[in-house]
């Protein structure tokens, strides 16, 4: 059984100006000691999706539907002090801005052992320790004396490592990262993005790696889901998805990357080091014309009005999610086979 | 430079006009300006008539909002007390701008070591409960009304000067200044005649709202019994003889005391509004 | 923080030193002597009391007996109350003012940052509109317009509270709230107001992605930097509250410093009115630099220098 198995989830914000379908309809699952990344352009859904499933969107506005099971419980049907108890112990979560992530009112050392002493109940000693020993894990020097200050003595790395610490002080099954390098210096992405994958393999937590660059996805991530307007457009293995994207939007994602790489594991890691801030520069322009206003979809495909390859079907039905012909596990959701 | 003056100040009219509680405000404070004004063809007696015979008695026909233990009427007493109060709100106000935009405007154009020794004495003058001055100089000058406005204008131009000082620090920058100062126009012609005009919006916000403070700390002064003396009324004289017939005659009491609650609430309302419009920066929300 | 501390402290002399010396001048310069309305008292009598009071001394020798005697903390003796000093009275008093006003801060504080916070959590909401549109008439109605309301309702309408009096506990409610109640509208504006500010940041929905209850994510997590403004509005406050007390001590009839003040101002007790309104002013001033040591504890980035 899936660690964590995702049915139909749906997020749509009631507004006065309409219904946002943020999410609509997604569906996916995680094995222990996987890591899955979601690929799309701000605005797809892709972190509403991940942080709807810890109560983390604020509802209302939003409404939640669908099932999430994580080792078999319906996350969304808890109600809040137990979806608390998972928050931060089960699943944990590393968000995009270091630099407003962390209060900058307490110190390192209280923001780390509070996950302890909330989850754990235990000693403030031994949550002292333990956050001391997980902060020189992470790679900060003299943790000791780091624990005792605030985050504005800390530089944007630092406070992305002590973040990864916090999330994963209590040891979590399943750690969201949401766009965790995009704020970073490209030097520092890589470093970061090794960090999380080391930590994943000696801790054998399933990861969810979500980001806006191929790149960065693509190098660490066993499975991806590309997302567009609140739904997933297409799935599967990296390898596969770089040698023959077979949704326009995917190939309009490659085709942004700077140097498109065969596959190669080793080829794309060094590619990754570069890849995020160019790709992210230059896709904007790759891609014609901009997201769909959520609250607005066309009729058909969401992505038609931007599609080089559109026939008339795709302005009138919605393509369904397809296997691909050659590959079992892959799927995607166009009427066309390009 | 005048045509985008003109627009800019049709533009917060229209922005002050969207501004429900603030047309309210500009409202009550329009016709309690005009019944301030008109007091002497509107208030049905004289101000210190009395009718001793009568007494104090609630409010009927002949007295609507009742009399006071001396049988005057307290309607014709709130209409020439609003006289005094509004007065002393406006005039205590103007003294406050002079001061406080000179002071700021001098602070802000001259700059460095004069600055920092002008805002210090400033800081140090907030820390300062002023209200013990304005009683100070009331027992020590005589407890008239002149001396009232000004002592009270004389404590309330702080916040003012912060905030000239602060435009015209933003402002001297500005190329029209440098042109100014260029040509050889003299520095108190600088100050008052090309930044003083630039900085209106604020001031006038900052002093819609010094209105409602300085009418609020005349009360306070006149109930206390340190301010307006009898036989003259104010709002706040009139509450302060209220309190000592309370228990029998409570219209004393309540009929200035909503119509001071209501008289601040829509200068503050206003000034507010005036904020909003004139400043959109300051924008609360 | 000891040198942050220090420096506040030597800042205040000079400021101390200016405030004492216009005291001194302006007792000394009044129009009239102090005893010019007790009139008919012989000349050798007024030489007496002259000569007691130091009177007849050249000015610079009265100034610096003056300021000596304030150095020892002496403001001395009331020209109305014969055989008190100014001590005395201060002594008896004070602790009935601050007494008051420990009430009100705390009932302004409480209700205050509870409202605010309450608001601040359901924007927009019916809790959001009605505690704001209370917030906005407390703002607008002064403590001489509500006292004598409140005694009306509360005392002599339903007889619930004494109308006046400062014995027992329930004496303290209503001079309290009145005093109180300004305060408590103008803390929960700005609560909500830094509360909502923070409420957005990142950080809180951290604390949220943590696991922590939501008890904890506000009060750990949202106080500290949503209070802020409230902190800095605690100067300002403490001397409102002190000026308030003259009004509300008036009202309800309470043997306060407040009281003497105005009774000494309407007498025209010179050294009486000089020496209360310099202690006020010390006491404001150390007033300021506690909040501006509380704020620096509350923000670590404040630098102490």
Known sequence: MALLEVEDLKVHFHTRHGVVKAVDGVSFSLNQGDVLGIVGESGSGKSVACLSLLGLVPSPPARVAGRALLNGQDLLGLDGDRLRQIRGRKISVIFQEPMTSLNPYLKIGAQLMEVLTTHERIPAADARSRSEAMLGRVGIPDPGIRMDQYPHQFSGGMRQRVMIAMALLAKPDVLVADEPTTALDVTIQAQILELIRDLQRELGMAVILISHAMGVVAEMSAQILVMYAGRIVERGAPADLFRKPLHPYTRALMDSMPAPTDGGSAAERQGCRERPVAGRRKRLAAIPGTPPDPANLPAGCPFAPRCPYVLDICRKTDPEERPAPENSGRTFRCHVDI | MIERGESLWMDARRRLFQNRAAVFGLAVVCVLVALAIFTPYLAPYDYDRQDLALGAAAPSAAHPFGTDSLGRDLLTRMLYGSRISLLVGFLATLVSMGIGVTYGAVSGYLGGRTDGILMRTVDILYALPFIFFVIILMVYFGRSLVNLFIALGCIQWLTMARIVRGQVISLKQKEFVEAAVAMGVSTPSIVFRHLVPNVLGPIIVYATLTVPTVMLEEAFISFLGLGVQPPMSSWGLLMSDGVKHLELEPWLILFPGFFLSLTLFSLNFLGDGLRDALDPRYRSD | ?305
Request: glycine letters at 8%; aromatic letters at 12%; one cysteine or more.
């Open chain 3, 1 to 305: 923080m000891l040198k942050f501390v220090l420096k506040r402290l030597i800042g205040a002399i000079p400021v101390l030193w200016i405030i004492a010396t216009l005291t001194f001048f302006m007792i000394r310069l009044a129009p009239g002597g102090p005893f010019d309305q007790d009139k008919n008292l012989p000349p050798d009598i007024m030489k007496n009391i002259e000569a007691k009071y130091h009177l007849d001394e050249p000015l610079p020798q009265q100034y610096t007996r003056y300021m000596k005697s304030l150095l020892r903390l002496d403001l001395g003796p009331s020209f109305k109350y014969a055989n008190r000093t100014v001590n005395d009275i201060i002594a008896a008093a004070f602790p009935v003012s601050a007494e008051l006003a420990l009430w009100a801060l705390m009932f302004a504080l409480l209700v205050g940052v509870g409202a605010g916070t309450v608001a601040s959590l359901h924007p927009g909401t019916w809790k959001d509109h009605s505690a704001m549109g209370l917030a906005m008439a407390g703002v607008c109605t002064p403590n001489f317009v509500l006292g004598p309301v409140l005694v009306l309702v509360f005392s002599l309408w339903l007889g619930w509270l004494p109308v006046a009096g400062w014995y027992g506990a329930a004496d303290r409610i209503l001079p309290a709230i009145t005093l109180g109640a300004i305060y408590a509208a103008y803390v929960a504006r700005l609560t909500r107001g830094g509360m909502l500010e923070i409420l957005r940041q990142d950080f809180i929905r951290t604390a949220r992605a943590k696991g922590l209850p939501e008890s904890q994510v506000i009060i750990r997590h949202a106080f500290r930097g949503g209070l802020l403004p409230t902190v800095t509005f605690l100067g300002p406050a403490i001397a409102g509250i002190v000026t308030g007390s003259l009004v509300v001590e008036l009202i309800f009839d309470i043997p306060g410093l407040g009281r003497f003040f105005v009774q000494s101002a309407l007498n025209r007790d010179y050294t009486m009115v000089m020496g209360t309104a310099l202690f006020y002013a010390v006491l404001i001033i150390f007033m300021n630099i506690l909040v501006d040591i509380a704020y620096a504890c509350l923000d670590p980035r404040v630098r102490y220098d």
